[in-house]
Nanobody, 123 residues
């Protein structure tokens, strides 16, 4: 069983930056591919970006290209989401998720989820 805990969310002005963290415990976190998803009010949970167990990033959602970057530190069992040039439309609850080995853009492919962290971007 893998447990995921997100942190780093908060309130930021448009154009600002935040770095989210997702700390994993249990299992062998280094064997897991990780994904970041987000869910805005009234919308479904959408894929943002993923990273393989070896540290290779997947394609980003078009809405975050050039602004968001994913990375991982397997020694710390932590995955990060660096978010720059934030926009009000980035406001959402951000979730990290884990599945063995291969990252996926599909939420149903992930086995473990964190509780989410709120990101609010003011205009």
């Amino acid at each position: 069983q893998v447990r995921l805990v997100e942190s780093g969310g908060g309130l930021v002005q448009a154009g600002g930056s935040l770095r989210l963290s997702c700390a994993a415990s249990g299992g062998t976190p280094g064997n897991y591919a990780m994904g970041w998803f987000r869910e805005a009010p009234g919308k479904g949970r959408e894929f943002v970006v993923g990273i393989t167990w070896r540290g290779f990033s997947t394609a980003r959602a078009d809405s975050v290209k050039g602004r968001f970057t994913i990375s991982r530190d397997n020694a710390k069992s932590t995955v990060y989401l660096q978010m720059n040039s934030l926009k009000p439309e980035d406001t959402a609850v951000y979730y990290c998720a884990a599945r063995l080995w291969v990252a996926s853009r599909q939420r149903d492919d992930y086995d473990y989820w964190g509780q989410g962290t709120q990101v609010t971007v003011s205009s």
